[in-house]
């Protein structure tokens, strides 16, 4: 019997450690992002608010590259990537340009959770890791056809990678993920005794 494979989810991963200048950029990023956590007065409130166990960017802050020169240097380092990536989809795009819509630094605590959620209104969205110590969070993806398994039985311990409901990475700092936008995604609980930072990054069509 013949057996075919459809619906493909990608995930994209790729680690940036041995671009030029790489770790001069990363420290840049890290003493930037540290320094938003203690000074952006807009974002600590929306994050007290909001429960978030750290410091988030992402309601306070959408000039990132306009504020420091690290931030324009990653995007240039992410541009052609997330083109090449569109190719890979075989999307057609016509006329469109692939654009950076917003980016956004999270420093997330020790104890410190993202809940389930999916970056709507972009095509492509994906998260650099600046600084992942040791048992930190993973950043976990869901099947997107989950809601539809009504009745499907529980899959085996040993299933292939390519069957499960749940798939998890585990980045080291330098890496690059990068997923379809409608993908839906968490960050486990913080289990490290420092800070987990990341740049988080959305592009749409222009």
Known sequence: MASHQFFATDIHQE????THGWLELNDDLEAFALSLAEEDTAGIRWCEKNGYDG????????????R?????ELHQLLQPRI???????????????????????????PGGAHT???HPHCILSGTYYVSTPPDCSAIRFEDPRLQMMMAAPALRQDCDPERRRFVSFEPA?????????????????N?????RISISFNFRLD
């Not at 680690?15 to 041995?18: G, K, N, P, R």
């Not at 993908?183 to 486990?188: A, D, F, I, N, Q």
């Open 15 to 18: 680690s940036l450690t041995s």
């Open 116 to 118: 389930g959620h999916v």
């Open 68 to 72: 420091a020169s690290c931030f324009e």
């Open 191 to 195: 289990r490290a005794r420092d800070v």
């Open 173 to 189: 700092a330098g890496d690059l993920l990068v997923w379809e936008s409608w993908l839906r995604h968490e960050v486990p609980t």
């Open 83 to 109: 083109v090449r990536i569109a190719l890979l989809h075989q999307w057609e795009l016509r006329s469109s340009k692939i654009v950076l819509d917003n980016m956004w630094v999270n420093v997330l605590e």
């Open 55 to 66: 410091y988030t960017s992402y309601s306070s802050l959408d000039d990132l590259t306009r």
